[in-house]
């Protein structure tokens, strides 16, 4: 008798499970549309914003034919006039030349950008535009930035680059700077003879050691303090700083909508108080900015792509505002699990598929939504859309499966799973098997080239906790195939190596871990019961 009440109390917990599950999901996607209370912003105008027109599908500075026209620049700085005091350039090219003209009619001033890479005849050219604009619109200027980040990605010398600066130094009369992250500034104390001010980034979700967003603006104080302290003759500004509202974690450095409400809040609050000059990243959302960086590259506007505010500077702030659409997709996915799975009405088969189609729903609207944000063309959608209908039609399955083992009698055989060896016909065993591979191969990815990388926890969580869920019920008791008893050896240690890299404090990290370690162990937990079964025998 040990076995039967064995088998009702995983059953008890299977059941428990599936109503958390669902419960969870129904929770998870009404707490991301209440409103956090944040607090306001000292003002409703900023000082000054990096600005960069190149936000409609397709468009890219990368792309060296691309051109936005005086009329677009136009009417991106007229809306911004409304906020903004100053824009920030980076380059004199592909119609950005015209910013300080059109600045000039709304009342703006501009941080002009000269930028300069690897070719020389590129950046006499980009020399000369610059000194000509300077020339021009001295008045409109708030100083000329020549470079950005040119140490960091390693295009010049520091020689260099000093003189490039002594050059523009010379034939301006503003205000000349260089623009880097913190660290290279220190790294070249030097350069600072060859400019009028001392421009920084500090970008706490970039930092080799990420800084959550609670810490963020204490993080950016303390650096600002620590410059001021090393570069005592000049002034120093912050040249970009700011938060993704989309994106990979890292560490505690989640991006998020409400996470960049709260440090742009802070960190306006903190500068007004210092009376520190700054400027912030960034006035829209660049898309393009996905293939160097990924998702979270994307997503460092205060506006959206579509020029639409995320949140304000006072008020609360919603995550997501049409969070019932979560509700709606789990709803659809629980009619559409019935439908398929039938379900004995008699002891509840019919609840179980309702729970996991909800469930299952509620999850993938959620992967949808982080498909939205993060895919960059047809090709990506393809994939995803393609990998969220396979793991719709394993859960669904799945779901049939577990309705079935939670309908039956104790005393009936396991359904649907076939018994010992691997038939053919048996659909079990290989699609746990494809769902391993994927699972390493995507393991592999985030282990060795992560950095950009987001977690697909939503794609996953279907067949893992699926699989992990029938294995509870004795499904699925035949030996696992080779290949699978190698990749559930290897996924749970792709994901600790993952796990390791996130110094154990990443919550995307943990919820990967413990997918791999849901998908795996039903086959190791299989492979060792067929073993000791086989030396009985």
């Known amino acids: ?6 088998l009702w109390g995983m059953r008890a917990w299977v059941w428990l499970a599936l ?16 409103p956090v209370t944040l ?18 599908p397709g468009e890219s500075p990368l792309d060296v034919h691309a051109f936005v026209s005086p009329e677009r620049i136009d009417a991106d700085l007229q809306a911004l006039s409304q906020r903004f005091d100053c824009v920030r350039t980076y380059s004199q090219g592909q119609g950005l030349g015209a910013v300080p003209a059109i600045a000039q009619r709304h009342g703006m001033q501009v941080l002009m950008g000269i930028w300069l890479g690897r070719e020389r005849q590129a950046n006499a050219e980009q020399i000369r535009l610059g000194i000509a604009a300077a020339q021009r619109y001295p008045q409109v200027l708030r100083g000329i930035v020549v470079g950005n980040e040119v140490l960091l990605r390693g295009d010049l010398s520091e020689a260099a680059l000093a003189g490039y600066l002594r050059q523009v130094r010379a034939a301006v009369s503003v205000p000349v700077t260089y623009a880097d992250v913190w660290e290279f500034w220190l790294r070249h104390p030097a350069l600072a003879k060859a400019v009028d ?6 970008l706490p979700y970039w930092e080799d050691r990420p800084v959550g967003p609670e810490h ?16 005592p003759r000049q002034p120093v500004m912050i040249g970009e700083t700011g938060w993704p509202s989309a994106g990979r974690p890292r560490q505690t450095a989640v991006p998020s909508v409400v996470n960049e409400a709260r440090y742009l809040r802070e960190f306006l609050d903190y500068a ?3 009376h520190m000059p700054y400027n912030v990243i960034e006035a829209f959302d660049q898309p393009w900015k996905r293939d160097l960086e990924g998702t979270a590259g994307g997503y460092w506007g205060i506006f959206d792509a579509q020029a639409r505010p995320k949140f304000g500077l006072t008020g609360p702030v919603t995550e997501v505002s049409r969070w019932w659409l979560g509700w709606l997709a789990g709803g659809f996915c629980a009619g559409l699990f019935l439908g398929f799975g039938g379900g004995d009405r008699r002891r509840g088969g019919w609840i179980a598929l309702a729970l996991a189609g909800f469930a299952s729903g509620a999850v993938l609207a959620w992967q949808y939504r982080q498909l939205a944000l993060a895919a960059r063309d047809g090709w990506e959608w393809t994939v995803s859309l393609g990998a969220c209908a396979a793991a719709l ?3 669904m399955l799945l779901a049939r499966t577990l309705a079935a083992r939670l309908a039956s009698r104790l005393d009936e055989a396991p359904v649907a799973m076939g018994g010992p060896g691997r038939p053919s016909g048996n659909w079990w065993p290989w699609l746990q098997g ?12 985030l282990a060795f080239d992560g950095r950009y990388r987001d977690y697909p926890l939503a794609l996953f969580a279907l067949p893992c906790v699926g699989y992990a869920l029938c294995a509870c019920l004795r499904a699925g008791r035949a030996m696992p195939a080779l290949e699978s008893r190698f990749l559930a050896c290897l996924v749970p240690l792709l994901a600790i190596v993952v796990l390791v890299q996130e110094r154990g404090i990443t919550h995307a990290a943990w919820l990967w871990l413990a997918l791999n370690l849901a998908l795996a162990c039903p086959v190791l937990r299989a492979w060792r019961r067929a073993r000791l079964q086989a030396q009985q025998t």
């Open 1 to 6: 008798m040990a076995a039967p009440v064995g």
């Open 19 to 34: 109503g958390v599950l669902a419960a969870g999901a129904a929770w998870g996607w009404w707490r991301l549309g209440q």
């Open 39 to 56: 607090p306001d912003a000292p003002s409703g105008r900023i000082a000054c914003v990096s600005y960069a027109p190149f936000r409609l």
């Open 197 to 202: 001010f001392v421009t920084i980034h500090i």
């Open 216 to 231: 963020a603006v204490q993080h950016v104080a303390a650096v600002y303090a620590r410059m001021r302290a090393a570069f």
């Open 272 to 274: 007004a108080k210092v």
């Open 393 to 395: 039609v394993t859960a």
């Open 434 to 445: 494809a769902w391993l591979a994927a699972l390493a191969y995507y393991g592999l990815l």
